[in-house]
């Protein structure tokens, strides 16, 4: 059995089991996914522009060779189902614009995120990591200039005074720093030499200061019970213990200074609005609750409710009103995966904290996505995919059974 992606057959077992830098695959594709995550932070309009070439490629490839096993990939069937369930709902409604959007966005996507799963090894996963969170030095810089020059610079705006860096909004920005903040974390408990630390730490502070500056609320909540659970997971727990009262005595704090809240002065409206929107995604729901209505879909139909909202602000409030249940399936489904695979590997795995680091980050992703739906975007989603790709490749047992045998 084998593998052709660009020029060069690979006996499965070694394209599972890691490549060597000689390869094709490994100089040409593997290199291609450091452009994928620079365009997918540079601005959403150039995320998925190399996404659909290698997803394009990586098709080709396996309908050349016939290799098609999704018990090789993991979450290759979680990304399938999610698929499968938007392009029924989508085709229920019927929509031409949403079927369109499902084949031309999302399954580029899905398809992306089954071909990092299954050409990442160890060594390039663990360049990944260390890529993710240096890329993230300039796009903090820019955050901050965003917040000193917004009053004298058109480049530098605001949205309504939230730093968004290069981020469709400021939301989307703090899922993107959440995520960071915890890859930086374990990549710092993972790394040696003292001089690496202090710079990672650099980092990690400025984006830190960006987190506040996006001024979500929800996003700094998740970021410290988050935190918590990382330091439990990385067996640090009287860290946990310390962040515990930390975040107990902000929340007396906020209970008697419900000012100290970020935005405090647009709460209640923030509150209502949400309330609205969800009840907007309850009703549409109860009409469809099986299939869905299609992907992107809540616009228009909030719109008739005088919502108007792109998303319902509640990823499985949203996956469930536009894929149906087999959609929320699949989210449910993907994560029990990552986590899985994660928990199983902590205790013996030398890249401990990073795992940890990836699991606090999916935690602080579900408990930001309660409120807004920040995961599934041009964006964020390709973080995430590549995150998940990581996890995948530094746990055990990610090689499919013919590699194996072949081995």
């Not at 860290?239 to 107990?248: D, K, T, Y």
């Not at 992703?365 to 807004?372: G, H, K, N, R, V």
Request: charged share 15%; proline share 4%.
């Amino acid at each position: 059995m084998s593998i052709e992606i660009g020029k060069r057959p690979l006996n499965t077992a070694v394209a599972m089991s890691g490549f060597s830098s000689k390869t094709d695959i490994y100089d040409k594709y593997m290199y291609y996914n450091i452009i994928v995550l620079m365009l997918g932070i540079l601005s959403p309009y150039t995320a998925p522009f190399m996404v659909l070439f290698i997803s394009v490629q990586y098709i080709i490839s396996k309908i050349k060779s016939r290799d098609i096993d999704l018990r090789a990939i993991p979450l290759g069937q979680p990304y399938i189902l999610m698929f499968i369930a938007a392009l029924i709902s989508d085709i229920y409604s019927p929509d031409f614009i949403e079927i369109i959007a499902t084949i031309g966005f999302m399954l580029p996507y899905v398809i992306y995120g089954m071909y990092t799963e299954e050409v990442f090894d160890k060594r390039f996963a663990t360049r990944m990591v260390s890529l993710i969170v240096w890329t993230s030095l300039p796009i903090s810089l820019f955050g901050i200039l965003q917040k000193i020059l917004s009053d004298n610079s058109i480049l530098f705006h605001l949205s309504g005074g939230r730093v968004e860096s290069t981020f469709a909004n400021p939301n989307l920005y703090a899922l993107y720093l959440a995520v960071v903040i915890f890859v930086t974390l374990g990549y710092t408990f993972y790394t040696t030499g003292d001089k690496k630390r202090r710079a990672l730490m650099i980092v990690l502070c400025l984006n830190a200061l960006n987190l506040y500056l996006t001024n979500s609320r929800t996003a700094l909540f998740s970021v410290l019970i988050a935190a918590i659970f990382f330091f439990i997971l990385c067996g640090k727990r009287h860290v946990a213990h310390i962040l515990f009262m930390s975040a107990f005595i902000i929340m007396m704090a906020i209970l008697v200074y419900p000012q100290l809240i970020p935005r405090y002065a647009v709460l209640d409206k923030n509150l209502e609005t949400r309330m609205e929107i969800w009840q907007t995604a309850l009703i549409g729901i109860s009409y469809s609750p099986i299939i869905g209505r299609g992907f992107l879909s809540f616009m228009d139909f909030s719109a008739m409710f005088g919502v108007g909202q792109l998303h319902a602000h509640n990823i499985l409030l949203n996956t469930w009103f536009e894929w149906g249940i087999l959609g929320v399936i699949s989210i449910v489904w993907y994560v029990v995966v990552l986590f899985k695979r994660g928990l199983s590997a902590l205790k013996d795995s030398p890249h401990r904290p990073i795992i940890a680091g990836i699991l606090a980050a999916v935690i602080a992703a579900f408990i930001q996505s309660m409120t807004d739906n920040p995961v599934i975007n041009i964006q964020t989603g390709l973080i995430f995919i590549m995150l998940a790709s990581i996890l995948v490749a530094l746990t055990p047992n990610n090689a499919c059974p013919a590699a194996q045998e072949k081995v």
